[in-house]
């Protein structure tokens, strides 16, 4: 009798470990299957969170840019953006807004809207980065820029003071750090880092044009830029 009841139990412990096992294994592919399908979509909300926060941070420079434009039209008699000597000089590589939104910019065909020209600067590390200024310093203890990156050296002011600008200020990094109290903001990229082109405004008195700001985040200036003119 006691044997009898000894093998029942055994073999009804024997079948609740076979079912659990079982159940088991089905469990793990199932999860290997929903992470296998949920991953490519992770990635992309996060993919998607970042680019949406960098331009949220390119607007708050922007906005800065724009109260500092106004501030110094107050105090130098014509508006200027950080790093620049004077409204009509340029900060950065290039001349020309053409120069500039090749940089940024695909051309496109107007009737097959097929790409004729695509923007040169899509990567940190693109030898077209050496044109563009870091916002807050190459070197910023906070947001450095990344190892590969070739950007253009920003630890001195590239024209001699004018007249009415305070020396150590007319050095962008400087200014723009004063802007945001000591405190750079950052790219939530890996290879990101927030530079800048000014192309130089022009002419005098009611005919006079104000110059143009250029904003980008060298994970793809293409992808992430804004651009700004008063």
């Known amino acids: 009798m006691m044997k009898a009841v000894l093998n029942k139990f055994s ?8 079912n659990s096992l079982a159940e088991f294994a089905a469990t793990t592919a199932l999860m290997a299957i929903l ?54 000089e340029k900060v950065g590589g290039h001349t020309t807004n053409q120069d500039v939104l090749d940089d940024i910019q695909n051309v496109v065909d107007d009737v097959t809207g097929a790409i004729t020209d695509p923007a040169d600067f899509i990567s940190f590390d693109a030898d077209d980065g050496y044109d563009w200024v870091s916002v807050f ?10 190892d590969d990156a070739q950007l253009r050296w920003d630890d001195e002011d590239e024209i001699d003071p ?21 405190s750079a ?11 800048y082109q000014v192309v130089a405004g022009s002419g005098a008195g009611s005919r006079a044009d104000a110059p143009i700001l250029y904003l980008a985040d060298i994970e793809n200036p293409r992808d992430f830029h804004i651009i700004f003119q008063p």
């Open 137 to 146: 310093g190459v070197s910023n203890y906070d947001f450095p820029k990344p």
């Open 35 to 88: 992470a296998a399908t949920a991953s490519p979509k992770l990635a992309k909300l996060g993919e998607n969170a970042r680019s949406e926060k960098t331009m949220s941070e390119l607007d708050k420079l922007v906005r800065q840019a724009s109260n500092f434009y106004q501030e110094t039209a107050i105090i130098e008699g014509r508006g200027r953006f950080p790093g620049q000597d004077k409204y009509n």
């Open 162 to 182: 004018c007249n009415t600008c305070p020396e150590p200020l007319t050095v962008g990094r400087s200014e723009w750090l004063k802007l945001f109290g000591g």
């Open 11 to 18: 073999k009804t412990i024997k079948s609740v470990n076979g």
């Open 185 to 195: 903001v950052g790219s939530p990229f890996q290879d990101g880092h927030f530079v």
